[in-house]
């Protein structure tokens, strides 16, 4: 089993960057999905997240309008577009997987299964 982020990187405010989480070694349809992130000196919360049923999406309140997840079964990948980044953005970006979630949520407590090594984003000012 393996998550793979990529993407990343150093962006102005205002920018963009698409992390993309390649998956192997498992059925990412059976899989709810969520993008974390951890600032220094801070915990790891949410940013956005699906369930493995629909592609409705629950977001951080801080990143609505300006971050969108996605994913491609068929690719067994998972994307987090993110628009507009703002300095307090900056942070290292996880993807989890979590087995049979068939109702969204963006709690660090509810994936267990699988995660990423993590991709660095830093948003300059």
């Known amino acids: 089993v393996e998550l793979v982020e990529s993407g990343g990187g150093l962006v102005q405010t205002g920018g963009s960057l698409r992390l993309s989480c390649r998956t192997s070694g498992f059925n990412l349809d059976w899989y709810g999905v969520a993008w974390f992130r951890q600032a220094p000196g801070k915990e790891r919360e949410g940013v956005a997240c699906?369930?493995?049923?629909?592609?409705?999406?629950d977001y951080l309140d801080s990143v609505k309008g300006r971050f969108t997840i996605s994913r491609d079964n068929g690719e067994k990948t998972v994307y987090l577009q993110m628009n507009n980044l703002k300095p307090e953005d900056t942070g290292v970006y996880y993807c989890a997987a979590d087995f049979g979630r068939r109702e969204r949520s963006c709690q660090l407590i509810e994936y267990d299964d699988y995660w990423g090594q993590g991709t660095q984003v830093t948003v300059s000012s």
């Open positions: 699906q369930s493995s049923n629909d592609d409705r999406a």
